[in-house]
């Protein structure tokens, strides 16, 4: 079975930084691309970021890009995302997500791409 945990959301003000972070369990974590995403209240759950299994790709919304950094330890089973210069419409609960096809070369940036989930961590920036 696959938990996928997040931890590091909270209340910053923008401009701020956060560093959210994924701990994975269940099955081999660095065969397995992972991802990012977040939704806002009202909203679709969106791409944020994602990283292949061996962390040689990156790949980010253009929201996103230049601000938020996805990085993953394997050895510790854990993915992260760095974000900083957070807006106020960075707000929105964050969730961590897995692949299920191990070694995929290229990642699907979209919810059906990923067939694992978190329970999200609320990240909220204050204007």
């Known amino acids: 079975q696959v938990q996928l945990v997040e931890s590091g959301g909270g209340l910053v003000q923008a401009g701020g930084s956060l560093r959210l972070s994924c701990a994975a369990s269940?099955?081999?974590?660095?065969?397995?691309?992972m991802g990012w995403f977040r939704q806002a209240p009202g909203k679709e759950r969106e791409f944020v970021a994602a990283?292949?299994?061996?962390?040689?790709?990156?790949y980010y919304a253009d929201s996103v890009k230049g601000r938020f950094t996805i990085s993953r330890d394997n050895a510790k089973n854990t993915l992260y995302l760095q974000m900083n210069s957070l807006k106020p419409e960075d707000t929105a609960v964050y969730y961590c997500?897995?692949?299920?096809?191990?070694?995929?070369?290229?990642?699907?940036?979209?919810?059906?791409?990923?067939?694992?989930w978190g329970q999200g961590t609320q990240v909220t920036v204050s204007s």
């Open positions: 997500a897995a692949d299920q096809e191990a070694y995929r070369k290229v990642v699907v940036t979209t919810t059906l791409g990923f067939h694992y």
């Open positions: 269940g099955r081999t974590f660095g065969y397995y691309a």
């Open positions: 990283i292949t299994w061996s962390g040689r790709s990156t």
